[in-house]
């Protein structure tokens, strides 16, 4: 029993340093990820001095306890939150049991640090905790060109992409979601970074919606991010990442002024990214025929093994035009 501790322990610390380049720009990031760290079915996240615990199969179940310890030893976390995300049937469950394994209840919320932001988080709301790990490199990237720009950010969750926007710069960063519980957060994150909350700068609703209205108004932007969910449903209509993407990506394109930029991401596990990457320009092109592609990317160095897995791939490409 000790020795395996102790490969457990010893496992943990080698995840960890291999994600030493990004502790500079931040104390978010995924710790382990799953076969590729040597824990099949299993991802740590750190936010701060927080850690989830997630699984998503059967493999790792039965070391939890061991590995709550590990995890106490190594980095002495305020709260330890385990996720069990499969179903006794197999299936993945979006509401999955949730158990603090170190510290309370009260310990899960807090803050974590990326680039210049301040991020809100909370281990215990729903499956994610405010912020989505895997898009870090992305957002500070988005972040970095948005000096003197308009900025919408559609299907905001939290508004983070807007807050890094704000942060570098931007006139002002528009933020569509249909969640008003969500984009509460969203304009308690801006508060955090101490940034005023501007006229139009939070719209509760669907985000095609949004777009669509803003053509009719004629409202232009000098830099959209448009990050959907594979599905989603709204008054009764349905938004299929597969069938509606591409069309809201042309129609984003007509929102577009003159040298902007347009990033589309998704981790929607069917896509391959140079075929993703290459219908995005086309989507864009069909309205400005000077569209070019800056770059393609999927997760950062933290998701080790990406695109291996379902619960573990993105596709992310930005758009000049």
């Not at 979006?94 to 988080?121: F, H, W, Y």
């Not at 709301?125 to 900025?151: A, I, Y």
């Not at 609703?205 to 989603?232: C, H, M, T």
């Not at 984003?252 to 596990?269: D, E, I, K, Q, T």
Request: glycine content about 8%.
């Amino acid at each position: 029993m000790a020795s395996k501790f102790a490969e457990l322990k010893n496992l943990l610390q080698i995840a960890n340093e291999k994600r030493n380049p990004l502790f500079h720009a931040t104390d978010a990031y995924r710790v382990v990820n799953g076969a590729a760290d040597g824990f099949p079915g299993m991802t740590l996240d750190r936010f701060g001095n927080r850690f989830q615990m997630q699984f998503f199969g059967p493999e790792m179940l039965s070391q939890k306890v061991a590995l709550a310890a590990a995890v106490g030893e190594i980095f002495a976390p305020v709260c330890l939150v385990a996720k069990n995300r499969l179903s006794p049937s197999g299936r993945s469950l979006e509401n999955p049991p949730m158990e603090v394994l170190i510290g309370s209840a009260a310990d899960s919320l807090g803050t974590v640090r990326e680039g210049k932001a301040t991020l809100n988080v909370d281990l215990l709301d729903t499956v994610n905790p405010g912020l989505f790990l895997d898009m870090r490199h992305v957002r500070l990237d988005v972040g970095s060109m948005c000096e003197g720009r308009r900025f919408l950010n559609l299907f905001s969750y939290t508004c983070t992409f807007s807050v890094h926007a704000r942060l570098g710069g931007a006139e002002i960063a528009t933020n569509a979601d249909i969640s008003g519980k969500i984009l509460d957060k969203g304009r308690e994150n801006y508060t955090l970074n101490g940034l005023d909350l501007l006229p139009g700068e939070f719209f509760r609703g669907n985000a095609v919606e949004y777009v669509r209205w803003a053509q009719k108004k004629g409202l232009k932007f000098d830099g959209i991010v448009l990050d959907p969910p594979s599905f989603a449903r709204f008054k009764g209509s349905n938004f299929n990442v597969r069938e509606h993407l591409m069309p809201l990506v042309a129609d984003c394109a007509r929102l577009l002024n003159p040298r902007g930029f347009l990033m589309v991401s998704s981790n929607y596990s069917e896509f391959n990214l140079n075929v993703f990457a290459r219908d995005v320009r086309e989507a864009v092109a069909s309205v400005h025929c000077n569209a070019k592609t800056l770059w393609k990317r999927t997760q950062d160095i933290d998701f080790a093994g990406s695109g291996r897995t379902k619960d573990s791939c993105l596709v992310a490409t930005l758009v000049e035009v």
